[in-house]
């Protein structure tokens, strides 16, 4: 015990600030998951209401009010209980023997069972308003504790990360010197994978500028390792001082190529892909099928794609992101609208990918050793609230292909052999071009299906080398 809280003595400020912030997160949602709970049925209490609200309106003027309603009162209640029972059954068109039942019973039968049925129904749809905003409660609550435990594992991986090697920063200076500039500051930190981030502070001379490139080759010179200014950063050094990112180069690299037609040959596709660098040197592509075709389900593909593609970028993990949009879709709107999502996350460092997938059609992997189908049976998201990912890792070597594609390629081929079909066309061509593989792809599937797109149809091939 004592050793434990000898090293709490030590915790860095910023991840104890980040651990407060977490736990309010949590603690927010514990709350949001005490409050409410979902419920299918009605209470007796809200039955009594129903019961008076109903003989209020109904049996005020009727001659019969003090027999059913004094001895008579258990068995007429007994009735409305019976018409409740028999409209969650039936609808509003009850059974013929209730009816009649009913009718001898009450003088005003056809207005009491009107009356009855009006409250009912206005009760019902209370509890699915109430199970609707549960639902929305708890996704966000899923959501908050997603975030929390992100932010506690991105505070912990940094503080552990951060590099001390006073003897590198001093031959790093000097290195940087050498080159026209001076260094304000550095930084290094080494990721788990032992990769080195490093963020240095530098400036040219005055009245001068230096290509951050001459930074980078300082840091490869001192570190014997391959580093690289991280995209988006500026590729001059004034002589005002600017923080720069470097990150280790990876070993392998890809590219991508794209075909794709609407439905009917019209221009506007339902289908929607975005390719983008992540943090960490991963590369991730996203395809997302739109329900139906045309202007709305591109709106609605385009919509994911981009909120997955903002996540993604901010740092979030695949799974996360699919999750805390996912919660945002179901919790958003009362219609049914929903979009595949078929993700491929790519370590350009180990050369690996992992696939995720929703509601996506079959994807294909491409290597020396023959053609590999991957499928999934899973629902598409903006549809439960728990949604079920499919996720796939695969080790992939020089030339390898990952090829995905939407519904609509597969469809277009003959029932019964369509993912044989489409995986034969792929392990028989020899071309290494991804856009061409994409288009000869697109290609042979419309020539064989010998009829105009019945759905939008997109080919996604993406190829891997070493660098």
């Not at 008076?52 to 019969?64: I, L, P, W, Y």
């Amino acid at each position: 015990m004592g050793e434990v809280k000898e090293k709490e003595l030590f915790v860095n400020p910023y991840v104890i600030q980040m651990d407060k912030f977490a736990g309010s997160l949590k603690h927010l949602s514990e709350t949001f998951l005490g409050l409410e709970k979902s419920r299918r049925t009605l209470t007796g209490e809200e039955i009594d209401e129903m019961f008076a609200a109903v003989s209020e309106k109904v049996c005020g003027g009727c001659e019969r009010k003090s027999l059913c309603l004094g001895e008579g009162r258990d068995r007429t209640r007994q009735m409305v209980y019976e018409i409740m029972a028999a409209a969650e059954e039936y609808g509003a068109e009850l059974n013929v023997e209730l009816k009649r039942k009913l009718q001898k019973k009450c003088i005003l039968a056809p207005r009491f069972l009107r009356e009855t049925l009006e409250v009912f129904q206005a009760e019902k749809q209370k509890i699915v308003w109430s199970r609707k905003m549960v639902m929305n409660r708890e996704g966000c609550a899923a959501s908050m504790n997603a975030f929390a435990d992100l932010v506690q594992h991105a505070a912990r991986e940094l503080d552990a990360g951060i590099c001390m090697d006073e003897h590198l920063q001093k031959k790093v200076k000097n290195q940087l010197k050498r080159r026209g500039l001076k260094l304000l500051s550095s930084v290094f930190f080494m990721t788990k994978q032992g990769r080195y981030e490093v963020h240095l502070t530098v400036r040219a001379p005055k009245g001068q500028c230096v290509a951050s490139k001459e930074a980078a080759e300082a840091l490869s010179v001192c570190l014997g390792r391959k580093m690289l200014l991280v995209k988006g950063e500026c590729p001059v050094v004034t002589e005002n001082y600017g923080t720069l990112v470097f990150m280790e180069g990876p070993g392998f690299q890809t590219i991508q190529g794209v075909a794709k037609i609407g439905k009917g040959c019209q221009k506007i596709s339902g289908d929607t892909f975005a390719m983008t660098q992540l943090p960490g040197g991963k590369e991730g592509v996203v395809l997302s099928d739109g329900m139906g075709s045309g202007e709305h389900a591109f709106q609605e593909s385009a919509m994911v794609v981009e909120m997955l593609e903002e996540l993604l970028e901010a740092g979030f993990p695949p799974q996360t992101a699919v999750q805390m949009m996912n919660t945002a879709l179901v919790a958003g709107r009362e219609e049914l609208c929903f979009s595949t999502v078929d993700m491929c996350i790519f370590d350009l460092y180990q050369g690996s990918c992992e696939l995720m997938k929703a509601g996506a059609s079959t994807t294909f992997i491409r290597s020396s050793a023959g053609v590999e189908k991957i499928s999934s049976a899973t629902l598409p998201v903006g549809v439960l609230q728990e949604l079920e990912i499919q996720r796939t890792s695969r080790q992939l070597g020089d030339g390898d292909f990952v090829i995905m594609v939407t519904d609509g390629v597969l469809d277009a081929l003959p029932v019964g052999n369509q993912e044989a079909m489409l995986s034969a066309l792929i392990g028989g061509s020899s071309i290494n071009n991804p856009g061409e593989l994409a288009h000869y792809l697109l290609e042979q599937v419309l020539e064989m299906s010998g009829e105009v797109p019945s759905d939008d149809m997109t080919v996604l091939a993406v190829g891997i080398w070493k660098v």
